[in-house]
């Protein structure tokens, strides 16, 4: 590195991080989006990725990655709108419109940039954008990049939300955006009230349903098990978490998606998703649509999971997803208890603020649709050793 002031900052900040016990890497694992991940040459069954119904690994969705290689090779070539829009392309937006009961569907290569896409297409600086607290990243920076007047809002508290709505009642353009599934503490959005409360104020609705979608609603996500889905302006959800595959579609009246092609910059100018995400993202909705129930059976078995943890004076918060956290406070304690179910053979990521609010500290849990019986009892049994030791 040349830029010696360039390089003065990051080492400063780095050492920072160092000293503070906040410095990141990527961790040396393998096959992390298995039941069974690989690290220093040994297994561990899997909490911590977000391949919830298994379908990562699935035959037919590998299959048809492979089918989709064979016949359009291995990348797109272009942008969308130049040449890198395939038929396999419109077969799968087709499928997700028909999934999701809406006009029209678009594909887009990440949840991260949908929502920038999305954000930043539908507000501009003249705009307001009511934000739930704990909502994803990726929402706090499409909001960044449109410009308008970013109104964050407590967590799931409605009280709160009503009074930044009445404050900016005068505002023309008004946009509010939330998680479905929030995806730290497993809690869900009152989409009820959020919807009630927006039509009041003549509020447009973007739901991201990144941790809802395959699991809830037959695979359609929180809005449509809630029966809202046409009270909803914009549906998203991501096609890299359940659904086992890379990318994200948006899903609307075809005002929306005509909107967006011509006007979504990280839509517009970027390489379209290549054959092997289409091909595999095309067979995981089809999967979904023949078997419903997936998403239910990963539900049952948190419900399993959370009074078990009850009984052993576990705090699992205000979780009700396939995402199970246990709120341990310090993060001395959690780093203990990821410790303490990696020695019996539990992977599970210990999440620390700023993530989370400092004092919660936590271990977060991904069930997923393949784990048997026997790694359930193993799983709850490092979960009570666990209790035991940070009694
Ligand atoms: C993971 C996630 C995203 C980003 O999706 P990617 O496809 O991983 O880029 C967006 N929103 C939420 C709520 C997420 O959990």
């Not at 130049?82 to 887009?108: N, P």
């Not at 920038?116 to 990049?145: P, Q, W």
């Not at 009041?200 to 609705?205: G, L, S």
């Not at 849990?365 to 048997?372: E, F, N, P, W």
């Amino acid at each position: 590195m040349k830029a010696l002031w360039l390089k003065k900052r990051m080492t400063a900040s780095l050492e920072d991080l160092r000293a503070d016990a906040r410095f990141r890497q990527t961790p040396g694992l393998d096959r992390g989006a298995d039941r069974m991940l690989e690290c220093g040459g040994r297994q561990y069954l899997n909490l911590a990725s977000n391949n919830y119904l298994g379908l990562a690994g699935h035959p037919q969705v590998k299959r048809a990655a492979m089918e989709a290689v064979e016949l359009y090779g291995a990348s797109s070539g272009a942008s969308r709108l130049i040449t890198g829009t395939y038929s396999l392309y419109d077969r799968l937006e087709t499928e997700l419109a028909g999934f999701k009961g809406c006009e029209d569907a678009l594909v887009l290569g990440s949840g991260y940039a949908a929502n920038l896409a999305i954000v930043s297409a539908l507000a501009d600086r003249h705009a307001v954008v009511f934000s739930d607290r704990l909502n994803h990243a990726s929402i706090v920076d499409g909001i960044r990049l449109s410009g308008a007047r970013q109104v964050r809002y407590r967590h799931n508290d409605m009280d709160h939300l009503r009074a930044c709505l009445e404050q900016y009642r005068e505002a023309e353009r008004k946009l509010l955006v939330t998680d479905t599934v929030f995806s730290m503490d497993g809690d869900v959005a009152d989409l009820g009230a959020i919807i009630e409360l927006c039509r009041e104020h003549d509020v447009a609705v973007v739901v991201d349903e990144a941790h809802g979608a395959g699991i809830f609603g037959g695979g359609r996500g929180l809005a449509h098990e809630l029966g809202l889905t046409k009270e909803i302006d914009v549906h998203m959800g991501t096609l890299g978490k359940a659904l086992g595959a890379h990318g994200a579609y948006v899903t609307g009246d075809r005002t929306l998606t005509d909107w967006l092609r011509n006007t979504a910059r990280p839509f517009i100018f970027s390489t379209a998703l290549p054959p092997a995400a289409v091909g595999a993202a095309l067979a995981a909705v089809q999967l979904i649509g023949e078997s419903p129930d997936m998403g239910r059976t990963v539900l049952d078995m948190a419900e399993r999971l959370r009074s078990h943890c009850r009984a052993a004076g576990l705090d699992t918060g205000e979780s009700a997803t396939q995402i199970v956290p246990v709120i341990l406070g310090s993060n001395e304690r959690a780093l203990r208890g990821q410790e303490i179910l990696r020695e019996r053979g539990v992977w599970a990521g210990a999440v620390r603020p700023p993530t989370v609010p400092k004092g919660s500290a936590r271990l977060r849990l991904c069930l997923r649709a393949d784990l048997t019986d026997q790694d359930m009892i193993l799983l709850e049994s490092a979960l009570e050793s666990l209790a035991e030791e940070l009694a």
